[in-house]
């Protein structure tokens, strides 16, 4: 094993910048084969990733966290993807019911320290279930999604999980990838269509208003102070120090070393 930091990607990151979102899919599944997959809230542009690996032929699962409280609308959109589009989506949760956490800890998501730890057992906690299955998990985190996101590099590594984030659509705008869900009638989620800018727990989304930031509507009842959950690396300021362990050969693929292993 050999480790990948953050600062090792710099000149590739820099070389993915043209690329497209397809280009970007079908680097990620030559790179890692079977040891890729999606990870996904089936949000806008999370369908629209999974649009893309279905219609790529690239046989890529995707993995969903149902944290047991999610919007009814949101558990059909992920049922609707998975037939529709014929991709195998593996779900994840949490090991307590919100009931019997409510019963241990109390109602946490009522604070922002709370939230940081029901967001830990609801959401993050549950990927762990996979930790060491995958080398590469495909998000559809972009830039116009700004604040924290405004700068999100392509290709991010998850030290959490050991493996490496890539973020096809990163550089795809608001009008492309309403274009796009346009252009190819994407299943989307029909709680955008009332509102809700991003959707998460039912506890702790609401939707927004025209003029307000997209991220308003997440836990509205803390404050401006809590905007991410902490699933997404990138969402929290790591720096360029964050580093994974892969096989080394995987490390030279991924950064396109050409090495002689016969010397
Ligand atoms: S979004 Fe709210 S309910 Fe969902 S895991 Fe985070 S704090 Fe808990």
Not at 129 to 152: C, F, N, Q, T
Not at 233 to 250: F, H, V, W, Y
């Amino acid at each position: 094993m050999a480790a990948l930091s953050q600062a090792d990607l710099a000149n590739l990151n820099a070389t993915m910048e043209s690329r497209t979102p397809h280009e970007l899919l079908t680097w990620a599944k030559a790179t890692f084969g079977s040891r890729v997959a999606v990870l996904s809230a089936l949000q806008q542009a999370g369908c629209t990733v999974c649009h893309m690996v279905s219609t790529a032929k690239v046989g890529l699962d995707v993995i969903f966290v149902d944290t047991g409280v999610l919007f009814q609308e949101t558990l059909a959109t992920r049922d609707k993807v998975a037939s529709q589009y014929g991709l195998n989506v593996i779900t994840l949760g949490p090991d307590m019911s919100m009931e019997e956490q409510t019963e241990k800890f109390g109602v946490l998501y009522l604070t922002p320290d709370g939230q940081t730890k029901c967001c830990e057992m609801r959401k993050s906690a549950p990927l762990q279930k996979i930790k060491g299955r995958y080398d590469a998990l495909i998000g559809s985190l972009r830039r116009g999604d700004g604040e924290r996101r405004s700068k999100v590099p392509i290709l991010a590594v998850d030290p959490k999980l050991n493996c490496l984030r890539v973020n096809i659509l990163a550089t795809f705008t608001d009008q492309q990838l309403a274009d796009y869900i346009r252009e190819h009638r994407v299943i989307t989620n029909p709680l955008h269509k009332q509102g809700y800018a991003t959707i998460g727990c039912n506890r702790c989304t609401t939707p927004v208003l025209p003029d307000e930031p997209k991220r308003a509507g997440r836990w509205r009842h803390l404050g401006p102070w809590a905007m991410y959950c902490g699933i997404n690396p990138t969402d929290l300021d790591r720096g360029t120090e964050a580093a994974i362990d892969l096989p080394k050969e995987l490390i030279d693929r991924i950064l396109g070393r050409k090495v002689d292993y016969a010397i």
